[in-house]
């Protein structure tokens, strides 16, 4: 079967990426952004699920390279934890999506970058042994929906998080929101 794709940046190198994917190769830059710092919030509530030997936590959690693997290291600190309904119902959300978005940041991350002949539709070109050739969509409106993915899970990690903080620190969580929230009569 004949390809119908060229690969980009192939041609012209960083200026074929830039003037005709700018708006993509950003968005992918996003996703990979948010996917990091996701993945350090996910070593946080390893750490805290772990507070009284956080360091030895972060040892382990770092020689875990894989999201497959640092999940399972979740899974099991919350089962030697006494987590409240909230927080394990929390912590089950995150996996779960995470779980998702991961095959589809690593689709992004780890693809060769092909643009269609036919359409000139940038696609993530993700090669498997033995097996033809998987395409993603990498238009805009995917990407954009990946971030926005990304956001909902980082705002669930936020709630794991507070949940999860010691309750004076929550309770100046509670302070400073309500100090951040109008007062009767300052609105026009």
Known sequence: MEDRHYPLGFAQGASEILDGFGAEAEAIGVI?????????RLRDIFERLLEPVRDFAAAVWESENTHQGRAKLLRLAA???QLSAVQAELLDAILERTASLSEKRNALAHAEYVVD?????????????QKPPVYHPSDLESLNR?????????????????????????QSIAAVAASLRPHPGELG
């Open 146 to 170: 990946i971030i926005d993915d990304l956001r909902e899970l980082d705002a669930i990690v936020g709630a794991l998080s507070v949940e999860l903080a010691p309750d004076d620190l929550k």
């Open 117 to 129: 002949l036919q359409s000139d539709a940038l696609l993530a070109r993700a090669r498997r042994r």
């Open 32 to 40: 990979t952004i948010l996917w990091n710092r996701h993945e350090l």
């Open 79 to 81: 089962r030697t934890t």
